[in-house]
C-alpha cells in the first residue's frame, strides 16, 4: 500500500503534462512552442503598436509561413497575423507575428520560409528557450522567383 501512495503523485504529474496515454512512446515528448516574427523596414511613421502594411507586396496577415528540417523538408505551416508598427533604431518596421505548437525539439536546427523568400535557419536551442525566431525583410528585398 505504502509504494501504491508513494507511486500515486508520479503517475498524477505525467498524466499532467500529457505523457500518459500517448501510445507507442517509450519517452516524454518534446515538443516546444515556436514563435516569431516577420520585421519589414522601411515601414510609414505612426503610433508604435498600431496596424501597418509592409512596404512589400508579399508580407501581409495571411501569407504562408513553412518551418522545414535542415534537409529543406516541410514540418509545419501557419501563417502570418496582421502587422503591427515597431519603432526601430533608425526607421520604423512593420512586424508579423507566427507561432507553431509542438515542433521537435530533437532538430538541431529549422529553416523558416515566408511567402516565396529563401529560407532563414534558426537553432532550435534557442527557441526552445523561449527567443523568437526574427526573420528580417529588407524594403528593397525580393522574393525568390517561382
Not at 9 to 37: I, M, N, Q
Not at 51 to 64: E, R, Y
Not at 76 to 101: H, I, K, M, Q
Request: aromatic share 6%; proline share 9%.
Amino acid at each position: 500500500m505504502r509504494r501504491l501512495l508513494l507511486a500515486l503523485p508520479l503517475v498524477l504529474s505525467l498524466g499532467g503534462c500529457g505523457w500518459v496515454g500517448r501510445a507507442d512512446e517509450t519517452s516524454k515528448p518534446d515538443g516546444f512552442l515556436l514563435h516569431g516574427y516577420v520585421s519589414v523596414a522601411g515601414a510609414a511613421a505612426g503610433v508604435p503598436g498600431t496596424p501597418c502594411l509592409a512596404p512589400v507586396q508579399d508580407i501581409v496577415s495571411g501569407a504562408t509561413v513553412k518551418v522545414a528540417d535542415q534537409d529543406g523538408k516541410v514540418v509545419a505551416v501557419t501563417s502570418l497575423s496582421a502587422g503591427v508598427l515597431a519603432a526601430g533604431p533608425d526607421s520604423y518596421r512593420c512586424n508579423f507575428a507566427f507561432e507553431l505548437l509542438n515542433l521537435s525539439g530533437s532538430r538541431p536546427a529549422y529553416q523558416i520560409l515566408v511567402a516565396d523568400r529563401p529560407p532563414v535557419s534558426f537553432e532550435t536551442r534557442a527557441m526552445r528557450e523561449g527567443r523568437p525566431a526574427v526573420v528580417d525583410v529588407s524594403p528593397t528585398a525580393s522574393p525568390s522567383p517561382s
